[in-house]
């Protein structure tokens, strides 16, 4: 019998552009961590939804959320990628191009904390963020997102139970107490609207007041 989850996946189409990502960053020897597939449907939605223009994603790996972004922009928006591997955005790249994304798509190389900083100084702002990175530093990530958001911006983490490690008080990694702590600052901060979504391996969502 399946589980919520796999229910839900069987009721569509398998994407195959998405399934092609997924099978090339296994070629690549790449993290397998793609966003789960509802979450990149609810990605596309709500991007579209909130009419956003500006999408800063942090963490690109093969691009499979960036194709899922990209699907929910109207006419010329702009998705910025930030990925600490060069290789990664590469990928990631021709992953979007070959989506037709070519032209909505730019890349930054290098820590993720250190484009923050530039991208800061320059007075970009976005309309959505995704954060999908090195899991440590989502607090940081969470601070610069809400400080570069346009009013009733979107903010979307994935990944916030870490497969149960979250949930789990004998595990206090260093991942572990940031992922935390990212998921109360999410909670509480009188800056966000926000909730928590438990499907997959959770994603919290917030907009910014």
Do not use: W
Request: hydrophobic share 40%; glycine share 10%.
């Amino acid at each position: 019998m399946p589980n919520q989850e796999e229910y839900s996946e069987l009721l569509y189409t398998e994407d195959e552009l998405l399934v092609e990502v997924k099978k090339a960053i296994a070629a690549n020897g790449m993290p397998e961590v793609s966003i789960a597939p509802g979450y990149g449907r609810l990605l596309t939605m709500l991007v579209s939804l909130s009419r956003s223009t500006r999408i800063l994603e942090i963490g690109a790996l093969g691009g499979y959320s960036g194709i899922c972004l990209c699907r929910g922009l109207a006419g010329g928006g702009q998705l910025t990628s930030l990925e600490l591997k060069p290789e990664y955005a590469q990928l990631a790249q021709s992953h979007l191009a070959k989506a037709g994304f070519a032209d909505n798509a730019e890349y930054k190389i290098g820590p993720a904390l250190d484009s923050l900083r530039l991208l800061e100084a320059e007075g970009r702002t976005f309309d959505f963020f995704f954060i999908d990175a090195d899991k440590e530093n989502y607090p940081n990530y969470l601070e610069y997102a809400i400080r570069m958001a346009s009013p009733g911006a979107i903010i979307a983490g994935d990944n916030i139970f870490l497969r149960g490690r979250t949930l789990n008080t004998d595990k206090n990694g260093p991942a572990v107490q940031a992922m935390r702590r990212f998921n109360e600052m999410m909670a509480s901060d009188e800056r966000l609207t926000s909730t928590l979504l438990p499907a997959y391996d959770g994603l919290a969502l917030a907009m910014v007041k």
